[in-house]
């Protein structure tokens, strides 16, 4: 189950790849500026993921208009996942937890997907600018999207 509505989100430091090279993301850099929403999802260029991401980009107006940055989070490399953001011209900002870390902190670790290995579950987070998360949700599969919907609403309720 992921982290519960209430905590104070763990802050972490992930690599992203930038046209600059690899650049670091820290979460408590957008604390007292900005809302925050974690995507967490298993793999790239897998069917799911890149549906998710693709409909993501195709909006992601919509959050900069609630005051949100919105980051996509997996077990990948920054190499895998740029290579897999520019074949799909994904433009959500992701993250590499390569070494699991953030995965464990939020609980969403799902176990051996397809029998390859620990990745991260689907999931998303809503945080606001104090570091609180205010929306949590895992889906029940890895096949089921996260509720936009639900958290957008969450991101509408966030002065």
Known sequence: MPLPIGTSAPDFTLKSKSTNGLEDVKLSDNFGKRNTVLLF???????????????????????ESLNAAVYGISIDSPF???????KEKIAVKLLSDLNKTVIKAYDVVF??????GD??????????????????EQTATPKDLPNFEAVKAALGKLK
Request: with cysteine; hydrophobic share 50%.
């Open 111 to 116: 176990p051996l997907l397809a029998g390859v």
């Open 119 to 136: 990745t991260a579950a689907r999931a998303a987070f809503v945080i606001d600018k104090k570091g609180a998360i205010v929306y949590a």
């Open 41 to 63: 999802f298993p793999l790239a260029f897998t069917g799911v993921c890149t549906q998710e991401m693709c409909d993501v980009t195709g909006g992601v107006s919509s959050y």
């Open 80 to 86: 895998a996942q740029e290579a897999w953001a520019q």
